[in-house]
């Protein structure tokens, strides 16, 4: 496969196909994955192509896809499950956080857990309750657990590669709304490791840092500000545990500014850790207090408005200024 | 998928309702796909007893309540369409289930839905138009459930049957004679939360009936990916009665209803009814079925259509007149353009909507991020006057 330009969605696609392909303890399970494709069609084509056997419509029961997967794993699998939407993953979170996380520590590291969990998440397509969440910080916390979520397509696609080819479990979490935008994926290209953050855009006057869906509005922030005569740098963090610090502190001890983005609340979320570690590590080099926007201490809104609740550049913006006024 | 596989074949063997071996009829049918009575066997008179003085005034308000929630629910899905709601869950072909057990409840009783259940909040009483509020996006539950005691619909599966088993615990404890149905899916019967359910409503002798639709289908899924076992089989091993009727006969399902229920206030504890039906359209407006199944199995199911059913069991009978007939048509055109009124009406909330009831006796961080947003949006409206 050449160099081509596709959804996210495809990307993931394209990506399990591969790992179907190659590796036959690959298996894929979840709820409508089969004849379906799952309810955003990322599976699509996979059960027609591989199988019932390998992709594995499951039955309606969180807490059974997980805990079977664990089960699958202890024999050698390497099974990749698909939580429907972001606010299903909860009956299977006694099974994520108090089996999974920890059954390799607790075996004196002689088992390995490779379950990839994949969980569209986040808002703004509009949908009702338990669809539109981003929990990751609740995952991030859980020692045991790696936590990542890629931008764009070529991450979705390679970092989706790595994260099968982990031995740990990988909680991934995929920016529903931006399913549909479409970038280059070159199935050739030798990728960086998962966890490291990288630079999407240079700048010289503030660091902006975010992940998953809040990346591309970063992106246009940046674009925005340039009118306006201020050099933004955006940085993808791409995992969320463990952290990239190092690429963070750098950007942020040339530019000595930073606002961190996110969907999920504040309170307690990534941002308060990016804020806290970036304190501690660059103290002399910042000229303003760390500043986080994200969602707010309330339930996630019904979809008419959850164009308030959710970052957008306006607010990234305002954040962006404030950061300056110091 | 077998769609012929359990409901009855033949008259013959439709009117004899075949036997497990427990005695029990392996499916309840009163009222034939054709609109006929079944003559009750030995087998069936235990339910078929709960509706034998039903009068004909009783049987119009049935066919009126199916009828009126079909187009409720048809014009919902208009809605949808048109973009007026951002979503919607439709009950059609599901009407008998929902209208049969539904009016099967009293008013004291408490009801727990899915998301599905138009059609049970229409017999509680329930202003259909609350009902699209979260649909549309303008809230996530829009009615107190107090007021018609038909609990908040349930987006996650199998969430509320543990909460519909706890409050029937809590009447029990009260010395009430109150039960309370639980809704739920054929998909939903695999969930940890209903086992659970199961076990402590029998442990604990809870006044509860579980109330399955067995539509066939979750999502994709048909109900062979759940279970080996026909669901209302499960409730043995957990020891307590499960009895499968035909979920597009409004009349057994309201027999089996209130037999269930009728247990259940004389302190016998739970029943799993499985209301053996079919979803006629897709799983959500945002579903495609005609990747997961055939044209075909949907016009079998047509022929089974609890509507026509009961229209056809009225006429044979002389039960209800060209005007009774008319007088509907008028009252659901009437329905259809009222939701459509109010549905279009409905205003966003105001944006500092996110920040209500959060807590019940408030909270200091979301008081002060309430004051930052007002500021915010204020900060807004200063530049536009300038
Ligand atoms: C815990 C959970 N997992 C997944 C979903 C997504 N989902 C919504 S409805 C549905 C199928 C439900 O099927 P069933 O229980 O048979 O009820 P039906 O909708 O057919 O009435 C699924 C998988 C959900 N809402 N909750």
């Known amino acids: ?326 | 998928m077998t769609v012929e596989s359990t409901v009855t074949r033949g008259p013959r063997k439709r009117a004899a309702a075949k036997k497990t071996p427990g005695g029990q009829p392996d499916l309840v049918q009163l009222l034939t796909p054709e609109g006929k009575r079944v003559r009750p066997t030995k087998a069936l008179a235990e339910y078929a007893a709960f509706v034998e003085d039903i009068t004909p005034e009783e049987l119009r308000g049935l066919y009126r309540d199916m009828v009126l929630t079909r187009r409720f629910d048809a014009e919902a899905t208009s809605l949808q369409r048109q973009g007026e709601l951002g979503l919607w869950a439709s009950l059609l072909g599901q009407e008998a289930a929902q209208i049969g057990s539904g009016r099967a409840t009293r008013p004291d009783d408490y009801v727990f839905p899915t998301y599905r259940e138009h059609g049970v909040a229409w017999t509680r009483g329930v202003d259909p138009t609350l009902l699209l509020g979260m649909f549309r996006g303008v809230n996530n539950g829009g009615w107190d459930p107090t007021t018609n005691n038909f609990h908040l619909y349930t987006i996650v599966i199998g969430s509320q049957t543990l909460h519909a088993t706890g409050y029937a615990m809590g009447i029990a404890k009260d010395g009430a004679d109150s039960a309370v149905i639980a809704y739920f899916g054929d998909g939903a019967s695999s969930q940890g939360d209903v086992a659970e359910s199961f076990t402590f409503s029998a442990v604990y002798n809870a006044p509860v009936v579980f109330f399955c639709q067995n539509n066939q289908w979750a999502i994709s899924e048909p109900t062979e990916k759940q279970t080996r076992v026909p669901l209302y089989q499960r409730a043995r091993g957990y020891g307590f009665p499960g009895v499968r009727v035909d979920g597009n006969d409004v009349l057994a399902c309201l027999a089996v209803t209130r037999w269930a229920l009728e247990r259940a206030r004389r302190g016998e504890g739970p029943t799993l009814v499985e209301a053996f039906t079919y979803r006629m359209g897709a799983h959500t407006t945002s579903d495609d079925p005609t990747r997961y199944r055939h044209d075909d199995e949907r016009a079998a199911w047509e022929a089974k259509d609890p509507i026509i059913r009961l229209r056809a069991y009225l006429e044979a009978q002389s039960h209800a007149d060209e005007a009774f007939f008319a007088e509907l048509e008028a009252e659901s055109e009437a329905l259809g353009k009222r939701v459509r009124e109010v549905v279009r009406a409905m205003p966003d909330p105001e944006h500092l909507a996110i920040f209500d009831n959060v807590y019940a006796d408030g909270h200091a961080l979301v008081d002060e991020e309430r004051a930052q947003f007002a500021a915010y949006q204020a900060s807004f409206a200063d530049g536009e006057d300038k």
Not at chain 1, 94 to 101: M, S, Y
Not at chain 1, 183 to 196: C, F, M, Q, R, T
Request: aromatic residues 8%; proline residues 7%; hydrophobic residues 40%.
């Open chain 1, 1 to 326: 496969m050449a160099v081509k330009k596709l959804p996210i969605a495809k990307a993931i696609n394209e990506s399990l196909r591969r790992a179907l392909d190659t590796d036959p303890k690959v298996l894929v399970m979840g709820e409508d994955v089969g004849k379906l494709g799952g309810v955003f069609r990322v599976t699509d084509g996979l059960q027609k192509d591989f199988g019932e056997e390998r992709v594995i419509d499951t039955p309606l029961a969180e807490s059974g896809i997980v805990g079977t997967a664990i089960g699958l794993a202890l024999r050698g699998y390497r099974p990749v499950v698909e939580i429907q939407f972001d606010g299903f993953v909860f009956p299977a979170y006694d099974q994520i956080v108090t089996q999974l996380a920890k059954m390799h520590a607790r075996a004196l590291g002689k088992i390995k857990l490779p379950v990839v969990i994949r969980i569209p998440y986040g808002g703004g397509i509009g949908a009702v309750e338990h669809h539109s969440e981003s929990p990751e910080a609740l995952f991030a916390h859980v020692a045991g657990l790696k936590v990542v979520s890629p931008s764009n397509s070529s991450d979705a696609y390679w970092m989706l590669q790595q994260a099968i080819q982990s031995d740990d479990p990988v909680i991934f979490f995929e920016p529903k709304r931006r399913y549909w935008d479409k970038s280059e994926v070159d199935p050739e290209s030798i990728p960086g490791p998962l966890h490291k953050a990288s630079v999407v855009r240079t700048g010289t006057d503030l660091t902006l840092v975010a992940y998953g869906p809040m990346v591309k509005v970063c992106l246009e922030a940046a674009a925005a500000a340039e009118e306006e005569g201020r050099s933004l740098e955006v940085v993808d963090l791409r995992s969320i545990s463990p952290i990239d610090f190092d690429t963070v502190q750098t950007s942020v001890e040339k530019t000595r500014r930073l606002v961190v983005v996110h969907e999920a609340p504040v309170f307690l979320g990534s941002g308060a850790e990016l804020a806290a570690r970036i304190t501690e590590r660059s103290f002399y080099h910042l000229e303003a207090p760390v500043l986080r926007v994200g969602g707010y201490h309330a339930p996630y809104p019904p979809a008419r408005l959850e164009e308030e609740y959710l970052p957008g550049l306006d607010r990234v913006l305002d954040a962006v200024d404030r950061s300056l006024a110091y």
